[in-house]
């Protein structure tokens, strides 16, 4: 049995959080760059971009990521990941990248994704927003906005739907092995 | 799709590849091409692996391509040039290749005059092997690319009309663009002097004989010129150059009887003024320098799908 652990409202509430914080943060939209890393992470920076514009009035330009190119994991797994789209429409030189994704988990996505940003430009600085912080860190990496803390096993799965496929918004959490 | 089926450890011509394993190779050298349009056209993907060019013809553009694809992913690339007057011997062929083994090689990529080398040697190592022409059979990167550029170009490939124009019996990259066509739905007009098309060839899927080249040119979505192969010019094929030009080059009239928003492509190198002039060469529907850079594209995304295979 996999256990929601975010509904679409709560979700809905965190995002709205996050973006006030990141205004907060960086003294309003002007600088930020949102750049979401494939797949929900990229939803997710839309949804940002839409929130940060309803505060402001301003929607700072969005990017997407994939760190396939950049994995250090790609000989441990079975077959090869698709590669997703890239595009980095505006220039990051100078700006503050707030890269956004759903689930941290072992950071190594994100040390993939500084590395991939890197090759774009060189950003001011670089923020980090999640949806779910799941624990169980092998990198030392922080996120700078967290929807949501949850405790976690390692074997446990964290599971986020999007509107954007067609489902229903929601995080389950789910043991290993369980359908 | 989440996974990249693996293409399994070789590639060493289209006919061993099935449908799926062609788009999979466009899609992902779609995602390479948005890497060569950065400021940085390199990524870290494949540090560490090796990559070794083993030659055993003249290629600029191929050899080259391989290069900075390899290059570009990260990969140490090792160019061996072999100059050799005489046929290579099997025996000492895989002895050489063992040879790039112990160095390390986890990719060789092969060009030989003789058809079937690269799967000869395929089956007695562990390196992947990659055909980059051998002899009169294959050149499956190049085909890959061309489809590569029309889908750009055209936005599909099924259903499209293709002249390929030239020497189609020696021509690997005719054979290669034959087998990969036919398996996307293309139809193919082959366009030749009898002498240089082989006998019962239009019993492939796809494939129309035509010898006068207004025929095979009538409403083509992409006419396609081969090079005529100079060092052949002594034997019995086609009696001059100039009549050969006369009848088969591909100019400005010519390319008028095709679709108006039809596309030309030469693998090259291009000789200009016997199979295409240099109006349609250098004008606005030619391909040939789009086809060189997005071989580069089509050959990290081989690299990468290989390397999967090789995990």
Redesign the interface.
């Known amino acids: 049995m996999s256990k929601e652990i975010l509904s679409r409202d709560e979700i809905n509430r965190a995002l709205t959080r996050m973006a006030h914080e990141i205004l907060e943060r960086n003294r309003g939209a002007e600088n930020i760059r949102l750049v979401g890393i494939q797949r929900g992470g990229v939803y997710l920076a839309a949804r940002l971009a839409g929130k940060i514009c309803g505060i402001e009035g301003v929607a700072p330009p969005l990017g997407s990521l994939d760190i396939t190119l950049y994995r250090d994991d790609l000989k441990l797994k079975k077959g090869l990941p698709t590669i997703k789209k890239t595009d980095m429409p505006v220039s990051i030189d100078g700006k503050c990248v707030v890269l956004v994704d759903d689930v941290i988990f072992t950071g190594r996505t994100i040390r993939a994704a500084m590395d991939a940003l890197m090759d774009f430009g060189r950003p001011a600085l670089i923020q980090l927003a999640v949806l779910i912080d799941r624990g169980h860190r092998e990198l030392p990496i922080k996120a700078d906005y967290v929807g949501k803390n949850i405790p976690t096993a390692r074997g446990e799965n964290v599971k986020v739907q999007f509107a954007e496929e067609g489902e229903d918004d929601r995080v389950t959490l789910k043991r290993e092995g369980e359908p | ?6 293409l399994g450890k070789d590639l060493l011509g289209i006919k061993e590849l099935k449908r799926d394993d062609i788009l999979q190779i466009l ?2 050298a779609s ?2 091409k ?2 060569l349009e ?3 056209k ?4 494949l540090r560490g692996k090796t990559m070794v060019n083993l030659f055993f013809e003249p290629s600029t553009r191929t050899r080259m391509s391989f290069e900075l694809a390899g290059k570009r992913l990260s990969m140490d690339v090792i160019n061996v040039s072999i100059q050799l007057s005489s046929v290579v011997k099997g025996e000492t062929l895989l002895d050489t290749i063992r040879t790039m083994e112990a160095y390390g090689a986890d990719i060789v990529v092969i060009r030989h005059s003789s058809s079937g080398v690269p799967h000869l040697l395929a089956g007695n190592v562990n390196a992947s092997v990659i055909n980059a022409g051998d002899g009169f059979n294959e050149h499956p990167t190049q085909a890959l690319l061309d489809l590569f550029t029309i889908r750009r170009m055209k936005g599909r490939l099924e259903g499209l009309e293709v002249a390929i124009v030239g020497d189609i019996a020696h021509s690997r990259v005719a054979r290669s663009n034959i087998y990969a066509m036919g398996k996307l739905g293309m139809n193919i007009r082959l366009v030749g002097p009898p002498t240089l098309i082989p006998a019962g060839i239009e019993t492939l899927p796809g494939v129309k004989v035509f010898h006068r080249m207004e025929d095979g040119l009538a409403g083509a979505d992409v006419v396609m010129q081969l090079r005529v192969q100079k060092e052949r010019q002594d034997s019995w094929f086609f009696p001059t150059i100039s009549e050969y030009a006369k009848l088969y080059i591909l100019n400005s009239k010519r390319l008028a009887l095709a679709k108006d928003d039809a596309i030309v492509m030469h693998p090259g190198p291009i000789n200009r003024g016997i199979e295409i002039s240099s109006d349609v060469a250098d004008g606005t529907r030619s391909m040939i320098l789009d086809q060189v850079a997005n071989g580069l594209a089509v050959r990290m995304a081989v690299l ?2 290989l ?2 295979a090789r ?1």
């Open positions: 799709m989440d996974n990249a089926a693996p899609e992902t995602a390479f948005e890497v950065r400021d940085i390199k990524v870290p993907t990468y799908l390397s999967g995990a």
